[in-house]
C-alpha cells in the first residue's frame, strides 16, 4: 500500500481552508476599520482641545493646523482646519477635518458622537466643529 494522501483528501483540505478565510477575512478588514476609525476619533478630540487652549491662551484664532504645534506633541498628517477670520457676536467656529479619504464620518461618529461631515477646503471629511467664545 502506497502511503500519501488522495486527491480528493486534498481537495477536502483546501475547501476547509478556503471556507475559513472567507470567515476570517471580513472580520480583519473590518477590524482594521474600527480601528482606523479609533485613531481618527481620538485625534480629532485632541485637535478639539488643542483648538480651545490656543484660543483661550493666545486671545485669537488658529489660522493653520500647525498654529496648534505648542498644545499637542506632534500634529498628525491628513488634518486640517478652516478658522473664520475672527469672532462674530463673540463666537467663531472653527473647523476640523481629516482629509485622508479613507474613512467616512459614519465610521467615526460610532467612537466620537461629536463627529460629522465638515467642509475643508471644498471637500467633504469627517471632523468636528470648535465653538470658541471671546471672553476678553
Not at 478658522?83 to 457676536?89: C, K, L, Q
Amino acid at each position: 500500500m502506497k502511503k500519501g494522501f488522495t486527491l480528493v483528501e486534498l481537495l477536502i483540505v483546501l475547501a476547509v481552508i478556503a471556507a475559513l478565510m472567507a470567515v476570517a477575512t471580513p472580520m480583519a478588514m473590518n477590524a482594521v476599520k474600527q480601528a482606523k476609525a479609533s485613531q481618527v476619533a481620538q485625534n480629532l478630540n485632541a485637535l478639539k482641545s488643542a483648538v480651545e487652549q490656543y484660543v483661550y491662551s493666545q486671545k485669537d484664532l488658529p489660522a493653520t493646523i500647525t498654529d496648534l504645534t505648542d498644545y499637542m506633541s506632534k500634529i498628525p498628517d491628513k488634518y486640517h482646519l478652516n478658522s473664520p477670520d475672527d469672532f462674530t457676536n463673540g463666537v467663531a467656529t472653527v473647523k476640523i477635518g481629516y482629509t485622508g479619504g479613507d474613512i467616512l464620518a459614519e465610521d467615526v461618529n460610532k467612537q466620537y458622537s461629536e463627529v460629522t461631515t465638515v467642509q475643508i477646503d471644498g471637500k467633504d471629511c469627517p471632523g468636528v466643529s470648535v465653538q470658541v467664545r471671546q471672553w476678553w
